[in-house]
């Protein structure tokens, strides 16, 4: 990812969202911070679809894990995952039931008991009331707000598009921070949000507005349903 910063923003056509031109030089966007935050939210709540891609590194730059999510924000997701120590998963998640592709290393770290069938077949079914928070599963769901005292940047480019930038202190984390990149033409989309800690860095993409979301659940014949394994299944595969 890049950033850089620009002179110059063309004025928006009339009717776009609370933009005035100055001097007939330039674009100055009038709306505060908390402004361009509640105009991204609202505009992504309304999205019927999105694709997410996060990247989670340590404050060292070392990498820690990586995921791409398409999601219909509601019922219908896909995910994949890896962690840079090896866990790779493939997640479905499809109304009430989840559709689990995990790799050897994945199962070896993840939170409920495993059996050596659990290995014979690419995809594991699952009702999504049995996911665990350590499952690292995709929610289909994404919570598009922001709270604390917002700070507005000064506007730039991200991947050659003119962003304004949103700085929000992470109340919640020592030493936490935010930054909301906001799209400064067309509709204000959240374009991308970095999380900032003394630990880690968090990069979280947003694309794919509104495109079609054709998830469909993996061949019968590649899935082990998990309920059919008996009650008391448990042990190391």
């Known amino acids: 990812m890049r950033t850089k910063a620009f002179a110059v923003v063309l004025c928006l056509l009339a009717g776009a969202v609370a933009v005035g ?4 030089a330039g674009t100055t966007d009038t709306r505060s911070a908390d402004q361009l935050l509640g105009d991204a939210n609202g505009t992504m709540k309304a999205l019927t679809s999105v694709t997410i891609v996060m990247e989670i590194t340590s404050a060292s730059g070392g990498k820690g894990y990586s995921s791409r999510l398409m999601t219909d924000l509601k019922s219908r997701c896909r995910l994949k995952a890896t962690w ?4 790779e998963l493939e997640h479905i998640r499809i109304g009430e039931t989840d ?9 070896d770290m993840w939170s409920r008991g495993t059996v050596p ?12 009331s049995e996911a665990r928070g350590a499952d690292n599963l995709a929610d289909c769901v994404w ?23 949103v700085e929000v202190p992470d109340d919640e984390v020592e030493g936490g921070h935010y930054t909301f990149y906001v799209a400064a033409e067309g ?25 079609r979301v054709d998830i469909q659940p993996p061949p019968a014949a590649d899935v082990l349903d998990l309920s059919s394994l008996p009650p008391d299944a448990s042990g190391s595969g």
Do not use: Q
């Open 21 to 24: 031109c100055a001097d007939g």
């Open 84 to 87: 840079s120590y090896g866990p």
């Open 99 to 107: 559709y689990i592709h995990p790799n050897d290393a994945y199962l």
């Open 117 to 128: 069938a659990m290995r014979n077949k690419p995809w594991l079914k699952s009702p999504v």
């Open 143 to 165: 919570p598009f707000s922001s709270s604390g005292k917002a700070m507005k940047g000064d506007p730039t480019e991200l991947d050659d598009k003119p962003v304004i930038p």
């Open 187 to 211: 509709k204000p989309y959240l374009l991308r949000v970095d999380h900032r800690d003394s630990h880690h860095r968090r990069i979280t993409e947003f694309s794919g507005f509104n495109d």
